[in-house]
Nanobody, 126 residues
Framework: QVKLVESGGGSARSGGSLTLSCIGS????????MGWFRQAPGKEREAVAV???????NYADSVKGRFTISQESAKNTVYLQMNDLKPEDTAMYYC????????????????????WGQGTQVTVSS
């Protein structure tokens, strides 16, 4: 049974930092695309950043230069270091994974991913 567990969410002030972690279990993919989406109330789920087991990464324009994704593929683990947080970063953050390199899918589309975590809330105040 595939399971993704996120942690590290919480509250921060504008300009602050948080680090999210996602640990996957129950699978062993030879190639994978694993990363983060977020969904704010009343808005659609959007891609934040993903990391491929081939070493590549992709970021949404809104977080480039502020967020950094890293991974430990062998441990099915991905991290999201979030710096210079803004109130508009407030959302539920979800971890997702699919058995493919990120370059083989439309990485920013939520439907491209097979498994999802339950989410961790990030709240940024001004």
């Amino acid at each position: 049974q595939v399971k993704l567990v996120e942690s590290g969410g919480g509250s921060a002030r504008s300009g602050g930092s948080l680090t999210l972690s996602c640990i996957g279990s129950g699978y062993a993919y030879s190639s994978s695309c694993m990363g983060w989406f977020r969904q704010a109330p009343g808005k659609e789920r959007e891609a934040v950043a993903v990391a491929s087991s081939d070493g590549s990464t992709n970021y949404a324009d809104s977080v480039k230069g502020r967020f950094t994704i890293s991974q430990e593929s062998a441990k099915n683990t991905v991290y999201l270091q979030m710096n210079d947080l803004k109130p508009e970063d407030t959302a539920m953050y979800y971890c997702a994974v699919v058995s493919s390199f990120c370059r083989g899918i439309s990485w920013s589309r939520s439907k491209a991913y097979d498994y999802w975590g339950q989410g961790t809330q990030v709240t940024v105040s001004s």
